[in-house]
Nanobody
Framework: QVQLVESGGGLVQAGDSLRVSCTAS????????VGWFRQVPGKEREFVAA???????YYLDSVKGRFTISRDNAENTAYLQMNSLKPEDTAVYFC???????????????RGQGTQVTVSS
């Protein structure tokens, strides 16, 4: 069983940067793909970025060039570095992990509880 805990969310101004983290328990983290998703009230959870076990990355078009996903397997942690934040990036950000990389929340075996990111204008 793998547990995921997100951290690093907060309130920032438009144009600022923020890095959120996803720390996993367990010894198999390095073999898993990790995805970041976000959700605002009343909307479906949205894929943001993913990284596979080899370090290949994938992004939502609207965050390309602004967000960077990375991982540190020695620390069992994945990161989402968010630069040039916009008010429309405001959401609860969730991480997920599992053997299969995908852009759908349900494709991941393990899922975190989320961290709030609020970007003020």
């Amino acid at each position: 069983q793998v547990q995921l805990v997100e951290s690093g969310g907060g309130l920032v101004q438009a144009g600022d940067s923020l890095r959120v983290s996803c720390t996993a328990s367990g010894r198999t983290f390095s073999t898993y793909a990790v995805g970041w998703f976000r959700q605002v009230p009343g909307k479906e959870r949205e894929f943001v970025a993913a990284i596979n076990r080899y370090g290949n990355t994938y992004y939502l078009d609207s965050v390309k060039g602004r967000f960077t996903i990375s991982r540190d397997n020695a620390e069992n942690t994945a990161y989402l570095q968010m630069n040039s934040l916009k008010p429309e990036d405001t959401a609860v950000y969730f991480c997920a992990a599992g053997p299969v990389l995908g852009t759908t929340w349900s494709m991941y075996m393990y899922r975190g509880q989320g961290t709030q990111v609020t970007v003020s204008s």
